[in-house]
């Protein structure tokens, strides 16, 4: 079972950046999206970031201007660069896949890392 392989996250002063990385552990079909989640303690899962096939991303409006995403095709990669950070990004991210198999989407999700931003 192919799972996704998250790294970079950890504790981060205010005003400060972190990377975050996400690849699969095996080999999967090139995802049509990939995405990075977060769920802060007491709330809901939400959209950070996705980038669909090689060009379209979207934003929350909540990191616009400050986190970016990008893929490394080569390496079935996503990372999220995160600047600016504030004590309201801390929450654990996950990185999502979208695979398109026999014509229905399968989701990967990995198993979270841990961001905490301290004011």
């Known amino acids: 079972q192919v799972q996704l392989v998250e790294s970079g996250g950890g504790l981060v002063q205010a005003g400060g950046s972190l990377r975050l990385s996400c690849a699969p552990s095996g080999s999967i079909s090139s995802p049509k999206a990939m995405g990075w989640y977060r769920q802060a303690p007491g709330k809901q899962r939400e959209l950070v970031a996705r980038?669909?096939?090689?060009?379209?991303?979207n934003y929350a409006d909540a990191v616009k201007g400050r986190f970016t995403i990008s893929r490394d095709n080569a390496k079935n990669t996503v990372y999220l660069q995160m600047n600016s950070l504030r004590p309201e990004d801390t929450a654990v991210y996950y990185c999502?896949?979208?695979?398109?198999?026999?014509?229905?989407?399968?989701?990967?999700w990995g198993q979270g890392t841990q961001v905490t931003v301290s004011s």
């Open positions: 999502n896949f979208v695979v398109v198999l026999f014509g229905f989407n399968r989701n990967y």
């Open positions: 980038i669909i096939n090689d060009s379209s991303t």
